[in-house]
């Protein structure tokens, strides 16, 4: 699979290394005025030299043309969505991205675009396979443990832009939806120093508490996940989000779980 990288801020580095370290990367994108422009991308991450220059956005379609990526992993701003989706669209490009801002309007502009159905697209605000997990649990939580007050803390580095994270968003709109009474559940952000992401929903009734949280102490974490959804949505059309990825990997682990019991049972019963 052959993946474009959009965005070399502080995420999209580690995400370039880790895609040239899956022999997976192929094109790398910038703004129009980034100091980045033109530069092999190993020379960017320290790295020997890899033959991969970065491009501007200028005469994309050619250059995409040129290339053929696969998918588009975007890690940059909204502004680069709204400017180029209709090009990776009407080349057949598939898109996932990661980027956090996005304004309602700007996310229906994506959504609409999916829905058209010439191409796949994964929304992402939490990409992390853990983060997700951690929703996963918080929902079953918020299922059994009715009337408990739930809230939700999250904290991160301080120049990250958003707040609160779009994770922190996520969490709350899926619990709200296992919830009888629709309360509003609060969330607390802190921005503080270098701090990795970290998400805590808490739990707590009258007589007991449950904290359920996840810590990322890398952001390879997010590179993991941008990869697992690019192979996710490489052969796909249509709008998808994280859930999507996992529920697909929970099946195929499932399968796979299935298969190997059944090959125990055969083999004991050829034993017996
Ligand atoms: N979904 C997740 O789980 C997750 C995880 C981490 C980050 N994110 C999101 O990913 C985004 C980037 O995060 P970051 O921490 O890496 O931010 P950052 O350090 O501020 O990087 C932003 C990047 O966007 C690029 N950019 C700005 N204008 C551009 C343009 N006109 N065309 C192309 N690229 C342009 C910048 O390029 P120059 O440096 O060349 O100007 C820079 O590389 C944010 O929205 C963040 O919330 C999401």
Do not use: W
């Not at 995420?11 to 910038?30: D, R, W």
């Not at 996005?102 to 983060?131: C, D, F, Q």
Request: hydrophobic share 40%; net charge negative.
């Amino acid at each position: 699979m052959k993946i474009a990288l959009v965005g070399l801020g502080r995420t999209g580095k580690i995400v370039a290394k880790y895609l040239l370290e899956q022999n997976a990367l192929s094109m790398v994108l910038c703004g129009p005025n980034s100091v980045n422009a033109n530069k092999d991308i190993g020379e960017i991450l320290n790295i020997r030299d890899t033959g991969i220059r970065v491009e501007t956005s200028d005469h994309l379609e050619q250059k995409l043309l040129q290339n053929r990526p696969d998918v588009l992993i975007d890690f940059s701003y909204p502004g680069f969505l709204m400017d180029y989706i209709h090009v990776f669209e009407a080349i057949g490009i598939n898109i996932i991205t990661a980027v956090t801002t996005y304004e309602a309007v700007e996310l229906e502009k994506i959504k609409n675009t999916a829905r058209m159905g010439n191409i796949g697209i994964v929304v992402a605000p939490n990409i992390t396979y853990g983060v997700n997990v951690l929703m996963h649990l918080a929902e079953i939580a918020a299922e059994l443990m009715d009337g408990y007050d739930i809230e939700i803390y999250e904290e991160h580095h301080k120049q990250k832009k958003d707040s609160p994270s779009g994770t922190a968003k996520k969490l709350a709109e899926k619990l709200q939806q296992n919830l009888i009474t629709h309360e509003e559940i609060p969330i607390h952000a802190v921005r503080a120093g270098e701090s990795l992401s970290k998400h805590k929903v808490l739990l707590c009734g009258e007589f007991d508490r449950i904290e359920i949280s996840h810590q990322s102490y890398s952001k390879n974490a997010f590179a993991k996940g941008a990869y697992q959804a690019a192979k996710f949505i490489a052969e796909k059309t249509g709008f998808y989000e994280m859930d999507d990825v996992f529920k697909q990997e929970k099946e195929k682990r499932r399968n796979t779980l299935v298969m190997r019991l059944a090959d125990e049972n055969r083999r004991t019963l050829s034993l017996a």
